[in-house]
């Protein structure tokens, strides 16, 4: 599977953000197995815009959801998801 994301950086580089996708069998919420998956930088698209992509082989076998989420990340931050800013796609 190939995915793209087009982010509207605004002012923010592409190390100050995490992509993921979230694959799971299941829409539970918080689905009991997923699998979580980071996208890569693939470059600046100008106009504050940065292209993300991820490719990868699906984990399970038959009906599988997928979920993009983005969030912003610091080393100096005590837990990857400590602010609450977590934005679904």
Same mark, same amino acid.
């Not at 605004?10 to 998956?37: F, M, Q």
């Not at 980071?38 to 009906?63: I, K, M, S």
């Given at each position: 599977?190939?995915?793209?994301?087009?982010?509207?950086?605004? /002012?923010?580089?592409?190390?100050?953000?995490? %992509?993921?996708?979230?694959?799971? @069998?299941?829409l539970? &919420?918080?689905?009991?197995? !997923?699998?979580?998956?980071?996208?890569?930088?693939? /470059?600046?698209?100008?106009?504050?815009?940065? %292209?993300?992509?991820?490719?990868? @082989?699906?984990?399970? &076998?038959?009906?599988?959801? !997928?979920?993009?989420?983005?969030?912003?990340?610091?080393?100096?931050?005590?837990?990857?998801?400590? %602010?609450?800013?977590?934005?679904?796609?």
């Amino acid at each position: 599977v190939l995915i793209e994301v087009a982010v509207q950086m605004n /002012g923010l580089r592409a190390d100050d953000v995490r %992509l993921e996708c979230i694959v799971a @069998r299941e829409l539970d &919420a918080p689905p009991k197995d !997923y699998a979580r998956y980071p996208f890569g930088f693939a /470059g600046d698209l100008g106009a504050g815009e940065a %292209l993300f992509r991820l490719e990868f @082989r699906p984990p399970y &076998a038959g009906v599988q959801h !997928y979920r993009v989420r983005l969030y912003p990340v610091h080393p100096g931050m005590a837990h990857p998801l400590e %602010l609450g800013r977590m934005r679904w796609l």
